[in-house]
Protein backbone atom coordinates (compact mmCIF):
# COMPACT_ATOMS: atom_id res chain seq x y z
CA UNK A 1 0.00 0.00 0.00
CA UNK A 2 1.26 3.78 -0.38
CA UNK A 3 2.96 4.91 2.35
CA UNK A 4 5.27 7.80 3.18
CA UNK A 5 7.73 7.70 5.94
CA UNK A 6 9.33 11.28 7.64
CA UNK A 7 12.24 11.18 9.69
CA UNK A 8 15.13 13.48 10.99
CA UNK A 9 13.15 15.63 13.49
CA UNK A 10 14.91 16.68 16.92
CA UNK A 11 15.65 19.64 18.81
CA UNK A 12 17.96 22.02 17.77
CA UNK A 13 19.01 25.15 18.78
CA UNK A 14 18.36 28.72 17.22
CA UNK A 15 20.32 29.24 14.11
CA UNK A 16 20.86 25.42 13.73
CA UNK A 17 20.52 22.93 10.59
CA UNK A 18 18.52 20.05 10.03
CA UNK A 19 17.68 17.44 7.57
CA UNK A 20 14.84 15.70 7.31
CA UNK A 21 13.57 12.45 4.80
CA UNK A 22 10.76 11.07 4.03
CA UNK A 23 10.98 7.93 1.86
CA UNK A 24 8.20 6.71 0.03
CA UNK A 25 6.84 2.94 -1.20
CA UNK A 26 4.02 1.64 -3.21
CA UNK A 27 3.57 3.76 -5.68
CA UNK A 28 5.98 5.40 -8.32
CA UNK A 29 7.77 7.70 -6.74
CA UNK A 30 9.16 9.43 -9.52
CA UNK A 31 6.23 10.06 -11.15
CA UNK A 32 4.28 12.50 -8.39
CA UNK A 33 5.91 15.48 -7.18
CA UNK A 34 6.09 15.86 -3.29
CA UNK A 35 4.75 18.15 -0.55
CA UNK A 36 6.22 19.24 2.94
CA UNK A 37 3.68 20.81 5.23
CA UNK A 38 3.42 21.29 8.90
CA UNK A 39 1.55 21.92 12.09
CA UNK A 40 3.01 24.39 14.86
CA UNK A 41 1.93 23.57 18.48
CA UNK A 42 -1.86 24.17 18.66
CA UNK A 43 -1.95 25.53 15.01
CA UNK A 44 -3.15 24.44 12.08
CA UNK A 45 -1.63 23.18 8.72
CA UNK A 46 0.89 24.82 6.83
CA UNK A 47 2.20 24.10 3.70
CA UNK A 48 5.81 24.71 3.31
CA UNK A 49 7.25 23.59 0.32
CA UNK A 50 6.47 21.58 -3.07
CA UNK A 51 8.46 19.67 -5.62
CA UNK A 52 7.80 18.29 -9.23
CA UNK A 53 8.18 14.95 -10.03
CA UNK A 54 11.76 15.45 -11.68
CA UNK A 55 12.84 17.57 -9.62
CA UNK A 56 12.18 20.66 -11.83
CA UNK A 57 10.24 22.81 -10.16
CA UNK A 58 10.48 23.71 -6.54
CA UNK A 59 8.23 26.47 -4.68
CA UNK A 60 8.18 27.61 -1.07
CA UNK A 61 5.94 29.30 1.65
CA UNK A 62 7.73 32.70 1.66
CA UNK A 63 8.82 32.51 5.43
CA UNK A 64 10.98 29.63 4.85
CA UNK A 65 12.53 31.17 0.95
CA UNK A 66 16.14 31.20 1.60
CA UNK A 67 16.47 28.95 4.26
CA UNK A 68 15.24 25.76 3.57
CA UNK A 69 15.72 23.30 0.52
CA UNK A 70 13.61 20.80 -1.05
CA UNK A 71 14.70 17.81 -3.05
CA UNK A 72 14.64 14.63 -4.32
CA UNK A 73 16.34 11.07 -4.70
CA UNK A 74 14.15 9.50 -7.24
CA UNK A 75 16.25 6.30 -7.17
CA UNK A 76 15.99 5.81 -3.57
CA UNK A 77 12.62 7.14 -3.04
CA UNK A 78 13.34 9.64 -0.99
CA UNK A 79 11.80 13.16 -0.69
CA UNK A 80 14.14 15.33 1.52
CA UNK A 81 13.61 19.03 3.39
CA UNK A 82 16.79 20.93 4.05
CA UNK A 83 16.57 23.54 6.76
CA UNK A 84 19.11 26.02 7.70
CA UNK A 85 19.00 29.06 9.57
CA UNK A 86 16.12 27.43 11.83
CA UNK A 87 13.73 30.06 14.28
CA UNK A 88 11.52 29.41 17.05
CA UNK A 89 8.40 29.42 14.87
CA UNK A 90 9.70 27.43 12.96
CA UNK A 91 8.65 24.20 15.44
CA UNK A 92 6.44 22.05 14.40
CA UNK A 93 5.36 18.51 13.11
CA UNK A 94 6.65 18.30 9.10
CA UNK A 95 4.86 16.05 7.39
CA UNK A 96 5.00 14.65 3.48
CA UNK A 97 2.22 14.33 1.37
CA UNK A 98 2.42 12.41 -2.65
CA UNK A 99 1.20 14.25 -5.41
CA UNK A 100 -0.74 17.70 -5.71
CA UNK A 101 -3.46 16.73 -4.03
CA UNK A 102 -2.01 15.41 -0.81
CA UNK A 103 -3.44 12.28 -1.11
CA UNK A 104 -1.48 10.42 0.79
CA UNK A 105 0.55 11.67 4.27
CA UNK A 106 3.02 10.65 6.25
CA UNK A 107 2.66 10.44 10.59
CA UNK A 108 5.18 13.27 10.82
CA UNK A 109 8.17 14.22 12.32
CA UNK A 110 8.76 16.93 15.25
CA UNK A 111 11.42 19.58 15.22
CA UNK A 112 11.71 21.68 18.00
CA UNK A 113 13.46 24.75 17.77
CA UNK A 114 15.04 25.81 21.22
CA UNK A 115 17.60 26.93 23.29
CA UNK B 1 -2.99 34.42 -3.76
CA UNK B 2 -6.34 32.90 -2.68
CA UNK B 3 -7.74 33.06 1.24
CA UNK B 4 -9.41 30.38 2.64
CA UNK B 5 -12.11 31.64 5.24
CA UNK B 6 -13.54 28.44 7.62
CA UNK B 7 -15.68 28.57 11.00
CA UNK B 8 -13.06 27.06 13.73
CA UNK B 9 -15.54 25.18 15.18
CA UNK B 10 -18.82 22.71 14.57
CA UNK B 11 -20.68 20.42 16.33
CA UNK B 12 -23.33 17.98 15.38
CA UNK B 13 -25.00 15.05 17.13
CA UNK B 14 -24.13 10.99 16.15
CA UNK B 15 -26.36 10.14 13.28
CA UNK B 16 -27.24 13.49 12.23
CA UNK B 17 -25.82 15.59 9.17
CA UNK B 18 -23.12 18.15 9.20
CA UNK B 19 -22.21 21.02 6.69
CA UNK B 20 -18.90 22.31 6.99
CA UNK B 21 -18.14 25.56 4.68
CA UNK B 22 -14.74 26.62 3.07
CA UNK B 23 -15.46 29.99 0.88
CA UNK B 24 -12.50 31.26 -1.04
CA UNK B 25 -11.89 35.24 -1.47
CA UNK B 26 -12.61 37.38 -3.62
CA UNK B 27 -10.88 36.73 -7.14
CA UNK B 28 -10.76 33.12 -6.35
CA UNK B 29 -14.35 31.89 -6.63
CA UNK B 30 -13.51 29.29 -9.15
CA UNK B 31 -10.74 27.46 -7.59
CA UNK B 32 -10.62 23.80 -7.17
CA UNK B 33 -10.42 23.06 -3.41
CA UNK B 34 -9.37 20.11 -1.46
CA UNK B 35 -10.80 18.89 1.77
CA UNK B 36 -8.70 16.91 4.19
CA UNK B 37 -9.48 15.23 8.27
CA UNK B 38 -7.09 15.24 10.67
CA UNK B 39 -7.33 13.39 13.93
CA UNK B 40 -5.26 14.21 16.80
CA UNK B 41 -1.59 11.78 16.68
CA UNK B 42 -2.54 10.49 13.27
CA UNK B 43 -1.80 11.08 10.05
CA UNK B 44 -3.65 13.84 8.14
CA UNK B 45 -6.03 12.29 5.41
CA UNK B 46 -7.29 13.42 1.95
CA UNK B 47 -10.83 13.37 1.62
CA UNK B 48 -11.94 14.44 -2.09
CA UNK B 49 -11.04 17.81 -4.37
CA UNK B 50 -14.17 20.02 -5.61
CA UNK B 51 -14.41 21.83 -8.47
CA UNK B 52 -16.45 25.06 -8.53
CA UNK B 53 -19.10 22.98 -10.48
CA UNK B 54 -19.39 20.77 -7.35
CA UNK B 55 -18.27 17.86 -9.38
CA UNK B 56 -15.66 15.92 -6.94
CA UNK B 57 -13.68 13.19 -6.49
CA UNK B 58 -13.06 11.37 -3.45
CA UNK B 59 -9.76 9.43 -1.78
CA UNK B 60 -9.34 6.13 -1.91
CA UNK B 61 -11.19 4.02 1.17
CA UNK B 62 -13.09 7.42 2.29
CA UNK B 63 -17.05 6.36 3.20
CA UNK B 64 -20.00 7.47 0.91
CA UNK B 65 -21.04 9.49 4.20
CA UNK B 66 -18.94 11.90 2.89
CA UNK B 67 -19.79 13.99 0.49
CA UNK B 68 -18.80 17.65 -1.15
CA UNK B 69 -20.79 19.98 -2.95
CA UNK B 70 -20.21 24.04 -4.50
CA UNK B 71 -21.90 26.99 -4.35
CA UNK B 72 -20.52 30.24 -6.00
CA UNK B 73 -16.90 30.71 -3.93
CA UNK B 74 -18.42 27.94 -1.25
CA UNK B 75 -17.21 25.00 -1.30
CA UNK B 76 -18.89 22.33 1.32
CA UNK B 77 -18.16 19.02 3.18
CA UNK B 78 -21.17 17.52 4.38
CA UNK B 79 -20.99 14.04 6.65
CA UNK B 80 -23.88 12.21 6.79
CA UNK B 81 -24.81 9.24 9.79
CA UNK B 82 -21.64 11.35 12.28
CA UNK B 83 -19.72 8.43 14.12
CA UNK B 84 -17.47 9.17 16.76
CA UNK B 85 -14.52 8.60 14.78
CA UNK B 86 -15.54 11.77 12.47
CA UNK B 87 -14.47 13.83 15.59
CA UNK B 88 -11.09 15.92 13.74
CA UNK B 89 -10.21 18.55 12.16
CA UNK B 90 -11.12 19.64 8.71
CA UNK B 91 -9.08 21.82 6.64
CA UNK B 92 -9.75 22.94 2.78
CA UNK B 93 -6.89 23.70 0.69
CA UNK B 94 -6.07 25.09 -2.92
CA UNK B 95 -3.36 26.15 -5.11
CA UNK B 96 -1.75 28.55 -7.48
CA UNK B 97 1.43 28.37 -7.78
CA UNK B 98 1.85 28.01 -3.65
CA UNK B 99 -0.88 26.06 -1.39
CA UNK B 100 -2.62 27.55 0.79
CA UNK B 101 -4.64 26.20 3.66
CA UNK B 102 -7.82 27.59 5.32
CA UNK B 103 -7.75 27.84 9.14
CA UNK B 104 -9.77 24.51 9.91
CA UNK B 105 -13.03 23.27 11.57
CA UNK B 106 -12.70 21.41 14.98
CA UNK B 107 -15.94 19.26 14.59
CA UNK B 108 -17.37 17.64 17.62
CA UNK B 109 -19.61 14.48 17.95
CA UNK B 110 -21.91 15.10 20.44
Known amino acids: QVQVVESGGGVVQPGGSLRLSCVAS????????MHWVRQAPGKGLEWVAF????????YYEDSVKGRFNISRDNAMNTLYLQMHSLRVEDTAVYYC????????WGQGTLVTVSS | QPVLTQSSSASASLGSSVKLTCTLS???????IAWHQHQPGKAPRFLMK???????IKGSGVPDRFSGSSSGADRYLTISNLQSEDEADYYC????????FGGGTKLTVL
Open chain 2, 50 to 56: IEYSGSH
Open chain 1, 26 to 33: GFTFSSYG
Open chain 2, 26 to 32: SGHSTYI
Open chain 1, 51 to 58: IGYDGSRE
Open chain 1, 97 to 104: AKGELKDS
Open chain 2, 93 to 100: ETWDRVWV
